[in-house]
């Protein structure tokens, strides 16, 4: 039905041609530098549209117009242009820093969300990294950003930056166990952690629709802690500005700062793509069952537009939540993570097992 | 051929860091100054040391994550297979899952939960 969108069979004529032009080690080589190139292309582009959409959407809730100086009306080139300002800016040495895990620690960061972000199905056959375990590598890749906040804190020999860290580490730690959780029951739903086969499972309805209740509580567990996985206010206690000024970041400057802040934007785009992967559907096209015109008119929509725009909706439900709630202290982020959150969980984690053993699903 | 991809993906990382490094090294200005090199606290001279001991709190959560984490680990080979093996997956994982939540229980009466 949508195999004309396929790119499985683009991506493998491109290898056989570049194969028969050249040795195949130097084909291999061309490809690799063309996939670097590409990823780091679009963690970019991506992490300048999310900038310039965070403060739009910002400013919307908050009854402001936003950027609207550089670049026209809209101020489209106000984050580029503060891309090269920060690039421009001097990145100052600390004195008494431990200074190889100081250089250490954007580099833990900046990987944990380039591995993630190369495993999300962009569109049937256009996976970076596809393995038959990827959602479970998404979950082991993940938990490296963490590492990398900690010594970011620790390493630069500051209290506010300490503190920022460990509270940033036992937080997202927590969290963790959650989002862990949610994944296992869409799993189970899915019985494979093949990312493409979990997608191909959703072709006759989404995991939304499919498991029904587990399934919903499982996408708004999802939300939840996804939200404070990647540092977001109601959960950005770990930069907690007026108590923190930046928390585990305080003492990092210009571009050595500026990963931190890329890394973070790209980790919401990451955790929104892992939601509409298990449960939104990937790039599957919405269907409505009965009305057979709108679903042939929704299948010439190629997946990467799907993927991409229901990615942007889960983004902006989780702006949304950013600037609507206020910040929770730090007792009560553990307590609603191991309170709340990880029984509730368990339960649904029963729940879907029980219906799938059962046969209760759609 | 995975392998290949995964070497790629990392080594893109390493190049991403490295290449913005450099060239914000190349085109920043540089100046020195004593005080740049202190930690940032609000303008106030910083007292001792700040690598000290902080509160246990973030340890107990850290050593609960630590089970549940590992717990994780094992259910996601019997996720895939549970609805082929059935009734008898699901007798084994709820015995399994049962002593973990007594252990959650456990910490919570002890009040391993109350940030104190």
Known sequence: ?362 | MYFIFLIVVILTAIALVVAAMTIAKLIAPRSFNPQKGEPYECGIPTRGESWVKFKAGYYLFAILFLMFDIETVFLFPWATIVAETGVYALAGAAFFLGILILGLAYAWRKGALEWK
């Open chain 1, 1 to 362: 039905m949508f195999d004309y969108y396929n790119l499985e069979p683009l991506l493998m004529w491109i290898h056989s041609t570049m194969c028969s032009l050249m040795p195949e080690w130097l084909a291999f080589t061309i490809e690799g530098i063309a996939v670097g190139v590409f990823i780091m292309v679009m963690y970019a582009v991506l992490a300048i549209i999310l900038i310039y959409m965070e403060r739009k959407v910002c400013a919307a809730f908050q009854c402001r117009i936003g950027p609207d100086r550089v670049g026209g009306r809209g101020g489209l080139l106000q984050v580029p242009a503060d891309v090269i300002k920060i690039l421009t800016k001097e990145i100052i040495s600390l004195k008494n820093s431990d200074k190889f895990l100081y250089a250490l620690a954007p580099f833990l960061v900046i990987m944990a969300s380039i591995l993630t972000f190369s495993c999300l199905p962009w569109n049937k056959g256009g996976e970076i990294l596809h393995m038959n375990i990827g959602i479970f590598f998404v979950l082991a890749a993940s938990s490296i950003g963490v590492l990398g906040i900690l010594l970011a804190g620790w390493s630069s020999n500051s209290k506010y930056t300490l503190i920022g860290a460990v509270r940033s580490g036992a937080m997202i730690i927590s969290y963790e166990l959650s989002i862990g959780i949610s994944v296992l029951t869409m799993v189970i739903l899915c019985g494979t952690m093949d990312i493409q086969e979990i997608v191909a499972y959703q072709e006759n309805g989404w995991n939304l629709f499919k498991g029904h209740i587990p399934a919903v509580m499982a996408f708004i567990i999802y939300l939840i802690a996804g939200n404070a996985e990647a540092n977001r206010a109601p959960f950005d206690l770990a930069e907690a500005e007026q108590e923190l000024t930046a928390g585990y970041h305080t003492e990092y400057s210009g571009m050595h700062f500026g990963f931190f802040y890329l890394a973070e934007y790209l980790n919401l785009f990451i955790t929104s793509g892992i939601a509409v992967t298990l449960f939104l559907g990937g790039w599957m096209p919405l269907h409505i069952v009965g009305l057979d015109g709108f679903n042939t008119v929704m299948d010439c929509i190629p997946g990467v537009i799907w993927f991409v725009g229901k990615t942007f909706f889960v983004v902006f439900l989780l702006m949304w939540i950013r600037w609507t709630f206020p910040r929770l202290r730090i007792d009560q982020v553990l307590i609603l993570e191991w309170k709340y959150l990880m029984p509730l969980s368990l339960l649904v984690l029963m729940i879907m097992t029980v219906m799938k053993v059962f046969g209760l699903v759609f």
